[in-house]
């Protein structure tokens, strides 16, 4: 009997043991999601732009086919990436980070230049086809989606402090599904708020809802181009604090110290909002490097882009 209540005991410790590895993978992974915010807003700014122009019965399910192809971006393809880099080459792991940097910048510079440059329309073939054109897109997000997803979590492995592999694979999991989840549920309540709004709208409920409604119908147009226009920043935000951050990794911290020490002086000049203008000017000046890249790289691509080809039919 004492050897069975010895065992029992030796078990209820393990348990507790668990349990707190479990609550520390919880915060780390918290930790690590934190760290990625940037990238997240970025993910979840550009991804409605790739539901426009399908009939409102077709969003949801493009929605999921996003978010499953995001899911196995991360858990299948870049986890069991980042932990073999993580473990057997950690110093290809800034150089890989800076090039998804710049893939951002000159995505951001991109659309800043069709912002302002816009090209001839042209049919593309797709679009007749509702089928091609759904599958057309679920692809193109997929692969933003990749750059992104790469970038979480790369910036999340950086800020984990993790004492062993299996735990580090655990709490990059939990990031993974966590923002996973966050992402493209903030999506799907995005791209369903203007149906959302015609509802209220055309409810024979109390008029307060249906002000709320008219009210929401007619605020989404703004609110999906902010929303873009903020993707588009948060693209050349995050690609320039990537490249700055991965250039002091690889010895030259110089630029990164600059910007840094001039948020500072800035947020000291300031009464009030110390961390706010810090972060603020900080973000600016990352901006402005990413943008430069990024607008630099758009010839350098429209060079290289003719090289390869697309086969027909992708």
């Not at 005991?9 to 919880?26: G, P």
């Not at 991804?47 to 019965?57: H, V």
């Not at 399910?61 to 950690?90: D, T």
């Not at 054109?133 to 790369?154: H, N, P, Q, W, Y």
Request: net charge neutral.
């Amino acid at each position: 009997m004492s050897g069975l209540l010895a065992l029992l005991d030796d078990v209820a410790a393990l348990t507790k043991v668990a349990a707190a590895s479990v609550d520390d993978i919880a915060a780390q992974a918290t930790k690590a999601g934190a760290k990625a915010a940037g990238a997240v807003i970025d993910d979840a700014a550009v991804t409605p732009k790739y539901l426009t122009g399908f009939s409102p019965e077709r969003e949801l399910p493009i929605v999921w086919k996003i978010a499953r192809g995001s899911i196995v971006n991360k858990l299948v393809i870049l986890l069991p990436v980042a932990l073999l880099l993580s473990q057997f080459a950690p110093w290809a792991i800034p150089p890989l980070l800076m090039m998804g940097g710049a893939y951002l910048c000159y995505e951001g510079a991109e659309k800043i230049l069709h912002a302002f440059r816009p090209h001839s329309e042209t049919r593309d073939p797709a679009a007749s086809d509702p089928a091609h054109l759904e599958e057309a897109r679920v692809k193109g997000a997929i692969k933003t989606d990749f750059i992104l997803s790469a970038e979480i979590m790369t910036i999340a492995l950086s800020a984990l402090e993790a004492p062993s592999l299996i735990y580090a694979g655990f709490a990059l999991a939990l990031v993974a599904i966590g923002i996973t989840a966050l992402v493209y549920g903030s999506v799907a309540l995005i791209v369903k708020a203007d149906d959302v709004g015609l509802h209220l709208a055309h409810t024979d409920r109390a008029p307060a809802l249906q002000r709320l409604g008219r009210g929401i119908v007619a605020a989404m147009p703004s609110f999906l181009l902010w929303l873009t226009r903020i993707g588009t920043a948060a693209m050349l935000w995050v690609g320039g604090a990537i490249l700055l951050h991965g250039a002091a990794q690889l010895g030259w911290p110089a630029p990164e110290e600059m910007l840094h020490h001039l948020s500072l002086a800035a947020a000291d000049a300031v009464a009030a909002a110390h961390g706010v203008v810090e972060w603020a000017v900080f973000a600016l000046g990352a901006g402005i490097l990413g943008l430069g890249v990024g607008a630099c790289l758009i010839p350098l691509v429209a060079v290289i882009l003719p090289l390869f080809p697309k086969k027909k039919g992708v």
